[in-house]
């Protein structure tokens, strides 16, 4: 079933353009992400979804609605999150929860939220009071309160320390696991290795690419390099004759092998054939940050040539 | 929307600086002039002091708290959070103003119940006129705070306008001194400002006497205008 359907989304904003043509669809029960650099367009676009703003052209569709015509009815079935939105300092944990609840039709039992999410013993603390990842908690509470079948959480864990942002990830998680679709907008690349089912890259206000993770790694970043110290002199000729080794370079003692499929193993063989052993072994296994750094980073300037980049770059001005 | 006025009522309860300012200073007021003047001589003057006492505090609530938390609400984003739940911002302004419209009353009705029980100034002369007068001044000074709400562009800015129109207006407004006391230049131009309206609207009342129809227009043209500016003009982020 599909929750989240978006075709051809465009928003300006005066002569800006923020998105440009976006197009994804997400699937019941996952976890979807948006990366992009700042300004890419990430927010507008979660906020079109959402209902918050009127898409120039484009069609949106969201649990079976038009956003902006039937933006109350979808927002009784949603949880949002904003970015930068606050609560009255003076009101307490409890209070925010009853108060939100009384906004939805058949809200969540909030007691039981709180003792879910382990901030029963801040039930009386007012807003202002909460630590950063207590007021995050909080946050994810008020956009659960209303048995939402999705929800939207957008730059959640910015400003956390890295102890309370994993915490998070497993709320999120958890989120997921009682059957609640999740859109997740963040610049963490951890974050969306981590949570992410699916991920969609956007730059300057359109598609760089959609697919898993790891599927965007091995797309955007094959190659991988292993790096050791033989314990015996090594004909280069034995690995660069290997079908998995691209590059092979020596510096002093120091040997760095550049491959794709299954390197380690087929250099690993070779040396243990050779009765090499390798010592300092070190495998660079390219993360989601590069793949990001090499999907987003060359588009700036115009080339656009990215492996999995969608067709020609348009340079459009960052906000 | 119940919920959201019974939170909004708390939070104004939690704020020192509005009890204060709305209830306490009135009151005090009212009783520093009823132990220096002693009233009951009847002198058209003793019409100033409890007037002023209900000015100030509803001055106060309507240019400078309404405002500092509205446009306070904007910039942390929680009109912007109200805006992804199923109820309109709208509603969270809505209870505010309900709110401050209870405080208001609760205001006037002390400083009346304190000042003639306890002081001995007299009664209002004309209910009906001191009721009116109360409402269509509740309403210009709110409007006078939502237009300010919607220029400001955060809680401090909305807080110095505030503070500064209220000043202006308590002195045109023959707040601060007895309008009787005032050139008469500065007197005409308070006929026509909101808090001066209202005033002379107060003491005209609380005389017996009908309220010019000037004053009573003045009060309806602000709240009526302002206020249809304000929802014109007013930004939710």
């Not at chain 1, 992009?36 to 367009?41: E, K, R, T």
């Not at chain 1, 690995?239 to 080794?245: F, K, N, Q, S």
């Not at chain 1, 690993?268 to 989601?288: E, G, K, N, Y």
């Not at chain 2, 959201?4 to 009135?26: G, H, M, Q």
């Amino acid at each position: 079933m599909t929750v989240i359907d978006v075709r051809n989304l465009r928003k300006e904003y005066g002569p800006h353009v923020a998105v440009d043509d976006v197009s994804f669809s997400v699937e019941h029960g996952e976890i979807f992400g948006i990366l992009g650099p700042n300004g890419a367009g990430k927010t507008t676009t979660v906020e079109c979804v959402e209902g918050l703003r009127r898409a120039d052209a484009g069609t949106l569709e969201v649990l079976g609605l038009d956003p902006h015509a039937d933006g109350k009815r979808l927002r009784r079935r949603i949880g949002i999150q904003l970015q930068e939105s606050q609560i009255p300092e003076r009101l307490k944990v409890w209070e925010a929860l009853d108060l939100h609840s009384s906004f939805y039709d058949t809200p969540t039992d909030w007691g039981r939220l709180l003792d879910d999410w382990g901030l029963a013993a801040k039930r009386d603390t007012p807003f202002a009071k909460l630590s950063g990842g207590q007021k995050q908690r909080l946050f994810i509470m008020l956009a659960l309160v209303g048995s939402p079948e999705l929800v939207v959480l957008d730059e959640l864990t910015t400003g956390l320390d890295p102890q309370a942002r994993r915490d998070t990830w497993e709320l999120i998680e958890r989120v997921r696991a009682g059957g609640v679709t999740v859109l997740l907008v963040t610049h963490f690349m951890e974050e969306a290795e981590r949570l992410c089912d699916r991920v969609m890259v956007i730059d300057a206000g359109r598609v760089v690419a959609v697919d898993s993770p790891s599927g965007l790694i091995s797309r955007a970043v094959p190659e991988q390099r292993v790096r050791f110290r033989p314990s015996a002199p090594l004909d280069e000729r034995l690995l660069t004759g290997l079908p998995e080794v691209t590059r092979v370079s020596m510096t002093g003692t120091r040997v760095e092998v550049s491959g794709n499929g299954d390197l380690l193993h087929a250099v690993t063989s070779v040396l243990a054939r050779h009765r090499i052993v390798a010592a300092d072994l070190r495998v660079d296994q390219p993360s989601l940050d590069d793949a990001f750094v090499a999907l987003t980073a060359s588009r700036p300037h115009g080339s656009g040539g990215s492996p999995g980049a969608s067709e020609g770059a348009s340079d459009h001005r960052r906000g | 929307m119940t919920a959201l006025t019974k939170y909004e009522l708390k939070l104004f309860l939690r704020d020192p600086a509005a009890t204060l300012i709305v209830l306490v200073l009135p009151v005090g007021i009212v009783a520093l002039f009823g132990v220096v003047m002693s009233p009951g001589g009847g002198d058209a003057i003793e019409t100033f002091f409890p007037s002023a006492a209900i000015a100030l505090g509803l001055g106060q609530l309507g240019m400078n708290l309404l405002p500092s938390t509205m446009a306070g609400y904007r910039e942390k984003g929680i009109l912007r959070r109200m805006a992804g739940t199923p109820v309109h911002p709208a509603a969270l302004l809505g209870a505010q103003l309900v709110v401050g419209a209870l405080f208001a009353l609760v205001s006037m009705a002390l400083v009346v119940a304190v000042g003639v029980v306890a002081f001995g100034f007299g009664p209002p002369g004309s209910i009906p006129a001191f009721l009116l007068t109360f409402v269509l001044g509740v309403m210009s000074l709110f409007a006078v705070g939502l237009l300010v709400a919607s220029i400001a562009p955060s809680g401090r800015v909305a807080t110095g306008i505030g503070v500064a129109v209220f000043f202006v207006s308590i002195v045109f407004g023959g707040v601060f001194m007895p309008v009787e006391s005032l050139p008469a230049f500065i007197a005409d131009v308070g006929d026509f400002t909101p808090l001066g309206a209202f005033m002379r609207a107060l003491r005209a009342s609380w005389a017996g006497a009908w309220p010019e129809p000037l004053h009573l227009g003045v009060m309806a043209v602000v709240a009526l205008g302002f206020s249809l500016l304000s929802a014109k003009m007013f930004r939710w982020e």
